[in-house]
C-alpha cells in the first residue's frame, strides 16, 4: 500500500465527519477513558503512587496513545487507534509494589525498545502473514466476546439502564435507520441514569496537575518481571487484535509500521511513568465497524475524534478523573457491547466459514475466552500460540495450501509496511 500525504488525509477528514465517525470515535474515547482508566488509577494507589504520579502517568499513555492513533490513521487512512496495554497496566500495578518507579521506568523503555527492534526487523510482519487468518479470528472473538456478555450481565445488575440501552438499540436498528444505534442507545441510557441518581462524584481531587519526568533507572530483576511480559503483551494482545478486527474488516493493516510506532510510544511515555502508548485493540475495534460508517475509507476519521478525546482526556486528566469516575460502569459496560457487535459478527464469520483450520481457530477462541495467563502474559497471546500448536498438529495440510496462496498474494491480509 503507498503511503498517503498527511496533509492529504487531513484535508479528507471533515468529508467523512459524521454522525457515525464521530458517534464511534467518541464511544470508543468514553470506553477508553472510563473503566480502564480507573484500572490505572487503582494499580498507582496500590503500587504507592503519588496522585501527582498517577495523573502523569494517566497523562502519558492518554496523551501520546492519542497522538499515536491520530498520526497512523492520516498516514494510511485506516481506523487505527491508538491507546494502551490494559493488561499491561494490571501488570505494572503488581510489580510496583517491588520496584521503585525510577526501576519501573526503565522496564518501561526495555519494554518498548524491544517492540522498536521487532517492527524495525520486519519479523511481526512475517509471522502475521503466516498465521492462519481463521486462527486470528477465533482470537478476536475469544477476546472480545467479555464485552457482549458483559452487556447481558450488566442487565442483571441495572436492568433499568443495562436493559433500556438494548432495546432502545434493537429498535433504532429497525426504525430510525438515519441515526446510528448505538448513539440512541447512549443518550437514552445516560438520561435514565441521571434520573435514578447513578453518577457519584467520588472524593478524588480535581485540578490541572502538570506531568512530571521521570528519569528510568535500570534493574534486571525489574526488566525480567516487567519488560518483557510488556512487550509480549502488545506484540500478542493489543497490536494482534487490532490487527485481527482490520483484517475483519477488510483493511490491510500496516503490521511492521504498527508495531514499530508502539515500541517508539513505550519509550516515550517510560520519561513520564506510563508504561507504554500502542496500538489499541477494542478502540480499534469500535472505530472500524459498521457503527463508524458504510464507506470504509471514511472510518479513520472516527480515529481522528477518538485520538483527539484520548490526548485532550491526558492533557486535563487532573481536572476530569472525577467525573470519568462518576460514571456508572454498567453504562459504559452494555454501550461497549452493543458497539462489539458488528466486530464479534465478522470474527466468527472469518474463522468458521471455511473448513480449513477450524479446529485451531476454536481452541484460540476458547485460550481468549478463558482469560488465562502464564508468566504474565495475557490469553490473548497464548490463543494465537494454542492455535497454530492444535493446526500444526491435526490440520498440518492445511498450512501448505496457505503458504502457496499466500505466495501469489491472494490471501495476504496484511501489508508490511
Same mark, same amino acid.
Given at each position: 500500500?503507498?503511503?498517503?500525504?498527511?496533509?492529504?488525509?487531513?484535508?479528507?477528514?471533515?468529508?467523512?465527519?459524521?454522525?457515525?465517525?464521530?458517534?464511534?470515535?467518541?464511544?470508543?474515547?468514553?470506553?477508553?477513558?472510563?473503566?480502564?482508566?480507573?484500572?490505572?488509577?487503582?494499580?498507582?494507589?496500590?503500587?504507592?503512587?503519588?496522585?501527582?504520579?498517577?495523573?502523569?502517568?494517566?497523562?502519558?499513555?492518554?496523551?501520546?496513545?492519542?497522538?499515536?492513533?491520530?498520526?497512523?490513521?492520516?498516514?494510511?487512512?485506516?481506523?487505527?487507534?491508538?491507546?494502551?496495554? +490494559? /493488561?499491561? $497496566?494490571? !501488570? *505494572?500495578? %503488581? =510489580?510496583?509494589?517491588?520496584?521503585?518507579?525510577?526501576?519501573?521506568?526503565?522496564?518501561?523503555?526495555?519494554?518498548?525498545?524491544?517492540?522498536?527492534?521487532?517492527?524495525?526487523?520486519?519479523?511481526?510482519?512475517?509471522?502475521?502473514?503466516?498465521?492462519?487468518?481463521?486462527?486470528?479470528?477465533?482470537?478476536?472473538?475469544?477476546?472480545?466476546?467479555?464485552?457482549?456478555?458483559?452487556?447481558?450481565?450488566?442487565?442483571?445488575?441495572?436492568?433499568?439502564?443495562?436493559?433500556?440501552?438494548?432495546?432502545?438499540?434493537?429498535?433504532?436498528?429497525?426504525?430510525?435507520?438515519?441515526?446510528?444505534?448505538?448513539?440512541?442507545?447512549?443518550?437514552?441510557?445516560?438520561?435514565?441514569?441521571?434520573?435514578?441518581?447513578?453518577?457519584?462524584?467520588?472524593?478524588?481531587?480535581?485540578?490541572?496537575?502538570?506531568?512530571?519526568?521521570?528519569?528510568?533507572?535500570?534493574?534486571?530483576?525489574?526488566?525480567?518481571?516487567?519488560? +518483557? /511480559?510488556? $512487550?509480549? !503483551? *502488545?506484540? %500478542? =494482545?493489543?497490536?494482534?487484535?487490532?490487527?485481527?478486527?482490520?483484517?475483519?474488516?477488510?483493511?490491510?493493516?500496516?503490521?511492521?509500521?504498527?508495531?514499530?510506532?508502539?515500541?517508539?510510544?513505550?519509550?516515550?511515555?517510560?520519561?513520564?511513568?506510563?508504561?507504554?502508548?500502542?496500538?489499541?485493540?477494542?478502540?480499534?475495534?469500535?472505530?472500524?465497524?459498521?457503527?463508524?460508517?458504510?464507506?470504509?475509507?471514511?472510518?479513520?476519521?472516527?480515529?481522528?475524534?477518538?485520538?483527539?478525546?484520548?490526548?485532550?482526556?491526558?492533557?486535563?486528566?487532573?481536572?476530569?478523573?472525577?467525573?470519568?469516575?462518576?460514571?456508572?460502569?454498567?453504562?459504559?459496560?452494555?454501550?461497549?457491547?452493543?458497539?462489539?457487535?458488528?466486530?464479534?459478527?465478522?470474527?466468527?464469520?472469518?474463522?468458521?466459514?471455511?473448513?480449513?483450520?477450524?479446529?485451531?481457530?476454536?481452541?484460540?477462541?476458547?485460550?481468549?475466552?478463558?482469560?488465562?495467563?502464564?508468566?504474565?502474559?495475557?490469553?490473548?497471546?497464548?490463543?494465537?500460540?494454542?492455535?497454530?500448536?492444535?493446526?500444526?498438529?491435526?490440520?498440518?495440510?492445511?498450512?501448505?495450501?496457505?503458504?502457496?496462496?499466500?505466495?501469489?498474494?491472494?490471501?495476504?491480509?496484511?501489508?508490511?509496511?
Amino acid at each position: 500500500m503507498s503511503e498517503f500525504n498527511l496533509v492529504q488525509s487531513l484535508k479528507g477528514v471533515p468529508k467523512f465527519l459524521n454522525l457515525n465517525t464521530i458517534s464511534a470515535g467518541t464511544l470508543a474515547a468514553i470506553f477508553g477513558c472510563t473503566g480502564p482508566a480507573l484500572i490505572v488509577i487503582g494499580g498507582a494507589a496500590s503500587g504507592g503512587l503519588t496522585h501527582q504520579q498517577a495523573i502523569s502517568w494517566l497523562f502519558a499513555i492518554y496523551f501520546f496513545g492519542g497522538l499515536l492513533g491520530i498520526y497512523l490513521a492520516l498516514k494510511y487512512r485506516q481506523p487505527i487507534a491508538g491507546a494502551y496495554s +490494559i /493488561p499491561g $497496566a494490571v !501488570l *505494572v500495578a %503488581g =510489580a510496583l509494589t517491588q520496584f521503585s518507579l525510577n526501576e519501573a521506568a526503565g522496564a518501561y523503555f526495555v519494554a518498548g525498545v524491544l517492540v522498536l527492534i521487532l517492527g524495525v526487523t520486519g519479523l511481526i510482519g512475517k509471522i502475521m502473514r503466516w498465521i492462519p487468518l481463521p486462527i486470528v479470528m477465533g482470537m478476536i472473538v475469544g477476546a472480545m466476546i467479555r464485552f457482549g456478555t458483559g452487556m447481558i450481565t450488566s442487565i442483571e445488575a441495572a436492568p433499568l439502564i443495562a436493559g433500556s440501552a438494548v432495546v432502545v438499540y434493537l429498535l433504532s436498528s429497525r426504525y430510525l435507520k438515519k441515526v446510528p444505534p448505538i448513539v440512541s442507545a447512549f443518550v437514552v441510557s445516560m438520561v435514565v441514569a441521571l434520573l435514578l441518581n447513578q453518577f457519584k462524584m467520588g472524593d478524588i481531587e480535581s485540578g490541572f496537575i502538570t506531568p512530571q519526568l521521570v528519569m528510568p533507572s535500570f534493574s534486571l530483576d525489574a526488566i525480567v518481571s516487567i519488560a +518483557i /511480559p510488556l $512487550a509480549l !503483551l *502488545v506484540i %500478542g =494482545a493489543e497490536n494482534a487484535q487490532a490487527t485481527g478486527v482490520l483484517m475483519a474488516q477488510g483493511y490491510k493493516p500496516p503490521v511492521n509500521a504498527m508495531t514499530v510506532w508502539s515500541g517508539i510510544g513505550g519509550i516515550v511515555t517510560s520519561f513520564f511513568g506510563g508504561h507504554n502508548a500502542n496500538i489499541a485493540g477494542p478502540m480499534t475495534a469500535i472505530c472500524s465497524s459498521q457503527e463508524a460508517g458504510e464507506k470504509k475509507e471514511g472510518r479513520y476519521a472516527a480515529v481522528i475524534v477518538n485520538g483527539t478525546l484520548f490526548a485532550s482526556f491526558g492533557l486535563f486528566a487532573g481536572v476530569v478523573v472525577p467525573f470519568v469516575s462518576a460514571m456508572p460502569g454498567v453504562l459504559v459496560a452494555t454501550v461497549a457491547g452493543l458497539a462489539m457487535i458488528g466486530v464479534l459478527l465478522s470474527s466468527l464469520q472469518a474463522a468458521f466459514s471455511d473448513s480449513k483450520f477450524q479446529i485451531g481457530a476454536f481452541f484460540a477462541l476458547i485460550i481468549a475466552m478463558s482469560g488465562v495467563s502464564f508468566f504474565s502474559v495475557s490469553s490473548p497471546f497464548w490463543a494465537i500460540i494454542g492455535g497454530v500448536v492444535v493446526s500444526l498438529i491435526i490440520e498440518k495440510s492445511h498450512f501448505t495450501v496457505k503458504s502457496e496462496e499466500t505466495s501469489t498474494g491472494e490471501t495476504s491480509a496484511v501489508e508490511v509496511v
